[in-house]
């Protein structure tokens, strides 16, 4: 029988499809299984993605171009000296480096709500091994484990229910209901998520105790696979993305034409290549400034929105029809 078929097994059965026993795992047995199935933790974001979305925020079409404009301006500073380029190279360049920061510190945001779910698993568990049971980190559980739960214990790992004695379990973090489940060891046939038989990580025991076997941890759980979901999954752009972005292209557009326009008039007028060619990027950047500007403030403003909307009490969402998932 597959893991995810756990639910249809009786109770007594269950040890044998997981290869456990009601006494537990032996120590032995459990450093094997540890090797290969790996902690019991969410799997964070790679390292490396922070570089790349640092670096993608660093070479974009308006940091470049900030870029190429303080280029200039150092380079009309060592021909002319003394006209105060170099000031306004260093500022550009500054509004380059602060720009590409606070896009990259809003993205960052949304990468630790990894973080923030990994405070749904609990540090320690009661788990029986060797027939004792004892207190053990959350992190070293294993498929197979016996686990006891009791009330106010969060689940920390998915597990088959063997044992139970009134257990009334709340997965809102898995399902996003407030509303609470009564469980029971007995076998159930349909979708594992509904079965009353399965106590699923993340979710916390409101009243009674009872026994359980672990058959699946850290990301392999269902609350791993929806962690999951603010990681791996792509997302398509929103119609608020792509309105600002229609609107930054038709702003950027604008902008290079009134550059080259007043550059085109300060050559003819016989104005110096240098301070025309400056006077052209600052043209382009005070437009182009506007659209980002724009975009960081429609961001900035979204995220507290939806700040403040997280923290409204569970009624608001139901009378609102909506849901945290």
Known sequence: ?????????????????????????TAAEAEKRFGTFGSNRLRPPSALRWVRVLGRHLTNFFSL????????????????????????????????????LFAFAQEMRAERAMEELQKFLPPQVRVRRDGTATELSAE???????????????IPADARLVECEELLVNNAPLTGESRSQPMSSHAFRGELTDSPNVAFAGCSVL??????????????????????????VHRPSSPLQRETNRMICVLTIIAVT???VFFAWGASTGRSLWISL????????????????????????????????????????????????
């Not at 002319?80 to 550009?92: F, K, R, S, T």
């Not at 070293?140 to 969060?154: K, M, Q, S």
């Open 1 to 25: 029988m597959q893991p995810d078929r756990i639910h249809e097994a009786a109770p007594a059965a269950v040890f044998d499809l997981l290869n456990t026993h009601p006494d537990g795992l």
């Open 65 to 100: 171009l900030l870029d190429v404009a303080a280029a200039v301006c150092f380079v009309a500073e060592s021909i002319e000296p003394g006209q105060g380029m170099w000031i306004l190279g260093w500022a550009l360049l500054g509004v380059s480096v602060l720009n590409a």
């Open 140 to 154: 070293l559980l294993v498929p197979g484990d016996v686990i006891l739960i009791g009330e106010g214990d969060r």
């Open 207 to 232: 009243r009674g105790r009872g026994t359980a076997v672990v058959f699946a941890t850290g990301h392999r759980t269902e609350f791993g696979k929806i962690a999951a979901l603010s990681r791996d």
């Open 258 to 260: 009134l550059g080259v």
């Open 278 to 325: 400056v006077f052209m990027l600052g043209i382009m950047h005070a437009c182009s400034g506007f659209s980002t500007g724009c975009q960081r403030c429609l961001w900035n403003k979204t995220c507290v929105r939806w700040v403040r909307f997280s923290k409204w009490p569970s009624g608001a969402y139901r009378r609102w029809g909506l849901s945290i998932w």
